[in-house]
C-alpha cells in the first residue's frame, strides 16, 4: 500500500545517511521486528549489512533451518551463523532455577554474540528492531517487560573494543505495522504472523532441567500442537500457543506395557498485550487430537494436560 511504501522510502533514504559507508549488524533472533530491520536495512545498504544469528539450542523445530534458507538463500543477506547449542546447554547443565535459566542464557548469547561480531571485522552501527511501545517502556522507571526482552541485544555493557552506535529504523511503528512492513517487504506470512517467543526459548519450558533429550522431546510436542491449531484454523484467534515439559513423571499404559515417562503441559492464550490473558477455550476436538498425537508420535511422552489458569494469577510462560 502506498503508506508503507513511502515509508519504506524514506526509512531507506534515512538508514542511507546515517550509515554512509560503514558496516552495521544485526542480530536476527527468528521473530518478525529483528527479521523486518534486517530486511529493510539491507534493502537500504545490501552488503555493508552483516546478521548474525545464534542457534542456542532452545529454538523450536526448523527454526535454525527457516532463519538461514530465509536470509542467507532467499534474500542473499550476509549471514553468520553460531551454532553455540553445546555452549548453552553445558552452561545450563543442573540449573533449574527460572532467573538463574535466564541469566545463564543471556549472559552465553552476549559472548557469543561478540564473538562473533568480531569476526564480522569493522562495525559501526548494531541494528536492532526496537517497536514504538518498546521506546516508551524503557523511558518507564520500571523499565517495562519489552525493555527486558530487547535485553539480549543491548548495547548496554558493550565491550571496549565494540563501539556501536544504535540503527533502529522501526522505532516509530507499532506491531501491527511491522508486519504490514513484513508482508511489503515479502517476508513469509507464517513469519510476520508468528506468535510472541521469549528470548530464552524452549530453556523456560523445559521446567526443571534442560537437556538434550528434554529439548528435543519439547520441539516434537511443541510442533505438533501447533500443526493441530494451524489445521483447526484457529492460529490467528490465539495470542500465543506453547508447550512445556514438567519435572515430574507419570506411570502410563502403552500396548501391554506399563511406561513411566514425561509430562507435557499445553497452553494457549488470548492477550491484548500479554500483560494481562485468559486461557483459550479450544474445541474438545483439537485437544484431543493434540493429547493422542503427542503420547502416539513423540517418545517418552505418556501424559498431557492442558493449561486453564489466566494471567493474573499465572504468568503466560511457566517459568
Ligand atoms: P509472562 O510469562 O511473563 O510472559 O506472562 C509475557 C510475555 O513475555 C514473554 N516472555 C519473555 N520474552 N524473554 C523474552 O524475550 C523472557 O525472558 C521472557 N519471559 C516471558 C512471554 O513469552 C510472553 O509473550
Known sequence: NWDMGSFIASAIEEIRAKVGDKQVL??????????????????????????????????????AEMVLKLFRDNYKIRLQYADAQEAFLSA?????????????????????FYSE?????????????????????????????????????NVGG???????????????LFKDEVRALGRELGLPE???????????????????EVTKERLDTLRE???????????AGLYHDIWQALACLLPVKSVGVQGDERTYEE???????????????DWFRFPPDVLQRSASRICNEVAGVNRVLYDITSKPPGTIEWE
Open 221 to 231: 510436542v511443541d510442533a505438533i500442537f501447533i500443526d493441530e491449531i494451524r489445521k
Open 92 to 112: 545450563l547443565k543442573g540449573v533449574t532455577e527460572p532467573e538463574a535459566k535466564r541469566k545463564i542464557i543471556g549472559k552465553v548469547f552476549v559472548d557469543t
Open 117 to 153: 561480531a568480531r569476526k564480522a571485522g569493522e562495525i559501526s552501527f548494531l541494528a536492532q528492531g526496537t517497536l514504538y511501545p518498546d521506546v516508551i517502556e524503557s523511558k518507564s522507571p520500571s523499565g517495562g517487560p519489552s525493555a527486558t526482552i530487547k535485553s539480549h541485544h
Open 190 to 208: 507464517v513469519l510476520v504472523t508468528r506468535h510472541p517467543f521469549p528470548g530464552p526459548g524452549l530453556g523456560v519450558r523445559c521446567v526443571g
Open 26 to 63: 544485526c542480530g536476527l533472533s527468528g521473530g518478525v521486528d529483528s527479521a523486518v530491520a534486517a530486511v529493510l536495512i539491507h534493502k537500504a545498504i545490501g552488503d555493508q549489512l552483516v546478521c548474525v544469528f545464534v542457534n542456542n539450542g532452545l529454538l523450536r523445530k526448523g527454526e
Open 158 to 172: 558493550l565491550p571496549d573494543d565494540l563501539k556501536w552506535d544504535l540503527l533502529e529504523p522501526l522505532r516509530e
Open 263 to 277: 509430562v507435557c503441559s499445553l497452553r494457549a492464550v488470548t492477550s491484548e498485550d500479554a500483560m494481562t490473558a
